[in-house]
């Protein structure tokens, strides 16, 4: 009980923090840390050198076959110098490591030249001539991604957008953002909130990943409960078909009912069937005042109560509600050295609160913790009270993933399943690994029913992949889930889309893709299953 009380003064003694002090810090703290992840400075990342990572070609051997493509020639290498300039085409061998390699490192292609266009014409330039000569592409933009979707499989010549990064218009009226595909995600988000607007999408990546590849593979992050996918929040595309054909449709009106809404095909395709090169997003207003909450609490049961209480007494201002199991907590907190303020629980909920007016959503939450507190489905809790506490309690969700790595070689599964499956997911997956892996855990978007399930082992190890795949597949399958949630399909899962989509669907994607890449030359053996990129 005097635990208990403790947390009822604190919490009567709310202190709210409003957003002149944002929870998104300046780019030298919190996005350093995750610059610091995505530069690879795990201990695991650090100990394989690029060079050691396996060809995906080689370690996929007999599952993937290498398309009916052309080979790369000098004369090929001439023409690109010729389009973009001398600097923007790369050949060196040491420079083109970091993009043949994904940053978990763990698929690895041999492409031989990147591309660095400045323009949407020079996007159009190369893919008309790379399908006229068949050379197949893979586009890149931060190549953050975790399912292999933004490396080369083979020799794929890789054409990255970093350099469309032109932030083209804003209309504060509307609140709409037209911005070129380069730009990075913080980047935006740091413009707006000098016009009191903030991007509808945040994500741990934010400080390497762009808008054109967020849109590409209709990635999610902690503001989707509140702002919903970038299926509603994206009015418009420009995209460069197979062809070279510039796709106009980039929309800036919240409504347009004339005919089919092409730009949806681009959300979420990974560049399957274009290559994003601007954007047009709505952006909704920076919030006055920010609370966030770090609750733990004895069962899952109780982790259900307490999300359904958020929806039912915070409603309007509840912008995040994150879950972490304690294994989750616990990798974290050990493996990078950062301390939980509330100590050892089996389970833990963020709760984020954001809003117009910083007293009334005080009060609001002061209330609601007090409740579920006397109820007992909280045990224990705390409320940050300034910028940096609330920097440091999102450090530990955020984190998780870049704490995994020190593990060793990590598994990543991104599924979309009902809220009551959450544990019940990662005990079944515990009991059936037994003792072969380092560790099982969860966590994720409770808001949006997207899980997060990592399991980790010293190193990797084919029979432990035997073991989990199909078995998660067919699991997710069996409670009428999705195999992605927000990660996409990429290289990884394609040969596992049927656990989640009929025949009938695949039938037309294939149809699709055919239709707007008759050559399949764009991003090749991804998305759609198959031995030789073909997708049809």
């Known amino acids: 009980m005097g635990l208990r009380r403790a947390l009822y003064r604190n919490l009567v003694q709310l202190q709210r923090t409003r957003l002149n002090s944002p929870r998104i810090p300046p780019r030298h703290n919190v996005c350093q840390q995750y610059e610091r992840a995505f530069s690879c400075t795990s201990r695991t990342l650090t100990s394989i050198k690029v060079g050691d990572v396996e060809l995906t070609s080689e370690r996929y051997k007999g599952s993937v076959e290498r398309g009916d493509y052309g080979h790369l020639a000098s004369a090929d290498v001439a023409f690109f110098r010729d389009l973009l300039g001398k600097h923007r085409v790369v050949t060196d061998s040491v420079e083109m490591e970091t993009h043949n390699v994904d940053w978990l490192k763990m698929v690895?292609?041999?492409?031989?030249?990147?591309?660095k266009p400045k323009t949407a014409e020079q996007v159009s330039a190369i893919l008309q001539y790379c399908n006229s000569k068949k050379l197949a592409v893979v586009p890149q933009g931060g190549n953050t991604g975790l399912v292999g979707g933004s490396v080369p499989v083979f020799d794929e010549i890789i054409l990255s957008l970093s350099s469309l990064d032109r932030i083209i218009s804003l209309d504060e009226w509307s609140g709409v953002l037209v911005v070129e595909g380069g730009c990075i995600l913080e980047t935006l988000n740091t413009y707006l909130q000098q016009h009191d607007l903030i991007m509808p999408l945040d994500l741990g990546a934010k400080g390497s990943c762009q808008i054109g590849g967020n849109v590409s593979t209709n990635a999610g992050g902690l503001r989707l409960l509140r702002y919903g996918s970038l299926h509603s929040t994206v009015l418009g595309v420009e995209a460069i078909l197979a062809d070279g054909t510039i796709l106009d449709c980039l929309n800036t009106n919240k409504k347009d009912n004339t005919g089919y809404d092409l730009k949806h095909l681009f959300i979420g395709s990974e560049g399957t069937l274009g290559v994003v090169t601007k954007v047009a997003i709505h952006c909704p207003p920076k919030p006055n005042a920010v609370n966030l909450a770090l609750l733990g609490l004895e069962d899952y049961d109780k982790v259900l109560k307490l999300f359904q209480k958020c929806k039912a007494d915070l409603g309007e201002?509840?912008?995040?509600?994150e879950y972490i199991d304690s294994q989750s907590m616990s990798c974290v907190t050990k493996n990078l050295n950062l301390k939980c303020p509330i100590g050892s629980h089996p389970f833990y909920m963020l709760i984020e609160t954001s809003g117009s007016n910083g007293d009334h959503d005080g009060e609001k939450l002061n209330k609601f913790l007090e409740d579920v507190m006397s109820h007992g489905i909280v045990n224990d809790g705390t409320v940050a009270s300034d910028s940096s506490q609330i920097t440091e309690m999102w450090g530990l969700r955020e984190r998780i993933a870049e704490s995994l790595m020190n593990d060793g070689y990590v598994y990543k599964y991104d599924l979309s399943i009902p809220l009551t499956s959450?544990?019940?997911?990662?005990?079944?997956?515990?009991?059936?690994l037994g003792p072969n892996v380092v560790r099982v855990c969860g966590y994720g978007h409770l808001g949006d029913g997207n899980i997060h399930l990592n399991i980790t082992s010293e190193q990797y190890d084919k029979h432990v992949v035997q073991q989990i795949e199909p078995f998660v597949y067919e699991w997710v399958a069996k409670h009428r889930g999705s195999i992605s949630a927000e990660h996409g399909l990429g290289f990884k899962k394609k040969d596992y889309i049927s656990y989640s989509k009929p025949v009938a669907a695949i039938s037309l994607m294939r149809q699709m893709k055919k239709i707007f890449d008759p050559n399949n030359i764009l991003n090749p053996y991804?998305?759609?299953?198959?031995?030789?990129?073909?997708?049809h």
């Open 422 to 432: 959450f544990d019940t997911l990662v005990q079944d997956m515990k009991d059936h």
């Open 526 to 535: 991804k998305v759609l299953p198959d031995k030789n990129g073909e997708g």
């Open 108 to 115: 690895k292609g041999a492409s031989h030249i990147l591309l």
């Open 317 to 321: 201002i509840l912008s995040s509600c």
